[in-house]
Structures are given as structure tokens and as C-alpha cells.
Nanobody, 119 residues
Framework: QVQLVEHGGGLVQPGGSLRLSCVLS????????MGWYRQAPGKQRELVAA???????SYADFVEGRFTISRDHAKNTVYLQMNSLEPEDTAVYYC?????????????WGQGTQVTVSS
């Protein structure tokens, strides 16, 4: 059974940076496509960034080059480096792991980590 544990959220000032990490256990990390999603109060959960097992990446338009997703197969970990953070980035960030071609909704989710951008 896949388990995902996120780390790295917190409070940061506008313009600051945070790095989120998500560790996968209980299965073979290299088989999974990984993604970061976020959900702000009163809004639907949305995709932030995704990375395939082979390392191909994709980003939401609102990322605008500020965020970078990466993965370390030796550590079973996916990262989200977030730079130039804005108050609008405030949300709970969730890690997702899915076995292609299944959609993310049929994958596994972490418990979420809160990111708050405020002065």
C-alpha cells in the first residue's frame, strides 16, 4: 500500500522560497508519475506541477517559471522548489502518486502540508 508523507510547508514572506518534499513508501517509486496539487480555502484542488517516471515535467500556467518539480529515485522523494512566492500561493499542498495510465484521482494522496505566504 502506497504511503506519501509531505514535509516543508510553513509561513514565508512574499518573495520568499520554500521547498516541499514528499516521500513514497510501500511500493516502487520509479513506477509512479508524481504530482503536486494545491487547494486554497473555498477553491477546488488544482494541479501545480507533475513529473513522469522518466523525469519529464509539466507546470500550471500560474507557476510562470517560479516553481520546479524534481525527483530523486534513490530517496523515493519528489520535491517542489517554490521561489518568488506570492500571497495567492497560500494553500494546502498535496503530493500525488499514480500508476500510468491511471488518472491522479485514482492514485494515492499525502496528508497535505500548509503553505502560507504573508507579511
Amino acid at each position: 500500500q502506497v504511503q506519501l508523507v509531505e514535509h516543508g510547508g510553513g509561513l514565508v514572506q512574499p518573495g520568499g522560497s520554500l521547498r516541499l518534499s514528499c516521500v513514497l513508501s510501500g511500493s516502487i517509486f520509479s513506477l509512479y508519475a508524481m504530482g503536486w496539487y494545491r487547494q486554497a480555502p473555498g477553491k477546488q484542488r488544482e494541479l501545480v506541477a507533475a513529473i513522469t517516471s522518466g523525469g519529464s515535467t509539466s507546470y500550471a500556467d500560474f507557476v510562470e517559471g517560479r516553481f520546479t518539480i524534481s525527483r530523486d529515485h534513490a530517496k523515493n522523494t519528489v520535491y517542489l522548489q517554490m521561489n518568488s512566492l506570492e500571497p495567492e500561493d497560500t494553500a494546502v499542498y498535496y503530493c500525488n502518486a499514480r500508476l500510468p495510465p491511471l488518472a491522479p484521482a485514482f492514485g494515492s494522496w499525502g496528508q497535505g502540508t500548509q503553505v502560507t505566504v504573508s507579511s
